[in-house]
């Protein structure tokens, strides 16, 4: 796994609170920071996007999608690593544009070690 900075804050959007959790106790076994947010209009009203360093977002979710979060998010901060998942296939069909970022996705269940790797080479690369 590549290092990343000490103190690296991850926020994680789900709509899902078994999720938001699981993803808390991962990210923090491998010492990130952790903000969990139960949808995109929570986080951008939070004032915390300047602060983190990676974004793990759900896709389908009610109200704001995780598309939509992305755009919002990718407008402020063009270079945050954003990591999508998804329990849909197939979901990114014709959302998301070529050059609209550098994105991973995981398809739920996704496995715990590759997510990490993920956040690793992430930050690793903002770095």
Do not use: W
Not at 30 to 37: G, I, K, Q, T
Not at 61 to 86: K, Q
């Amino acid at each position: 796994m590549t290092q990343h900075s000490p103190g690296a804050t991850i926020a994680v959007v789900d709509d899902d609170q078994r999720i938001l959790g699981s993803l808390e106790i991962l990210l923090e076994s491998a010492d990130h920071a952790v903000r969990l947010f139960a949808s995109g209009a929570a986080l951008l009203a939070s004032g915390c996007l300047p602060e983190i360093d990676c974004l793990i977002t759900d896709i389908g979710m009610p109200g704001m999608d995780g598309f939509e979060l992305i755009r919002r998010v990718h407008a402020a901060r063009p270079r945050l690593p954003i990591i999508l998942i998804t329990g849909r296939a197939g979901i990114l069909n014709g959302h998301l544009s070529p050059g609209a970022g550098d994105y991973r996705l995981f398809r739920k269940p996704f496995n715990g070690a590759d997510l990490l790797a993920a956040v690793g080479e992430a930050l690793g690369r903002r770095d």
